[in-house]
């Protein structure tokens, strides 16, 4: 059930790009919506950083943080680090994670061809 989903996505992507510039249209997907205490965010385009926003990471909330407004209260204890102690970052999901044993090439082609 996830392959096929996974594929009309990728072919929905796929034609919402511009052929004139090779830009995604970006007028088809919503803004994001932040979460609050009360309610589950939405997902969507992310909001433009300002240039005094350059560095900073985007909050669940939907807004650009400071460092100061970031909790990390129990992080450091669960980073995974190498073997000199520095942090390894590695909490985003891959393709293998999704959809193992599953050649990306493969779905690639298929979702082009439209299969």
């Given at each position: 059930?996830?392959?096929?989903?996974?594929?009309?996505?990728?072919?929905?992507?796929?034609?919402?790009?511009?052929?004139?510039?090779?830009?995604l249209n970006a007028?088809?997907?919503?803004?994001?919506?932040?979460?609050?205490?009360?309610?589950?965010?939405?997902?969507?385009?992310?909001?433009?950083?300002?240039?005094?926003?350059?560095?900073?990471?985007?909050?669940?909330?939907?807004?650009?943080?400071?460092?100061?407004d970031i909790d990390?209260?129990?992080?450091?204890?669960?980073?995974?680090?190498?073997?000199?102690?520095?942090?390894?970052?590695?909490?985003?999901?891959?393709?293998?994670?999704?959809?193992?044993d599953q050649d990306?090439?493969?779905?690639?082609?298929?979702?082009?061809?439209?299969?």
């Open positions: 059930m996830a392959l096929p989903y996974a594929l009309e996505m990728i072919e929905r992507l796929f034609s919402k790009f511009d052929s004139n510039t090779g830009q007028d088809w997907v919503p803004d994001m919506q932040g979460a609050t205490e009360h309610s589950v965010g939405k997902h969507g385009l992310v909001p433009a950083p300002t240039q005094e926003e350059v560095n900073r990471p985007l909050g669940g909330s939907g807004e650009w943080l400071k460092s100061a990390i209260t129990g992080i450091a204890e669960q980073a995974r680090c190498d073997d000199e102690g520095n942090v390894i970052s590695e909490t985003y999901a891959t393709l293998d994670d999704i959809l193992p990306p090439t493969e779905l690639f082609n298929k979702a082009l061809s439209g299969e």
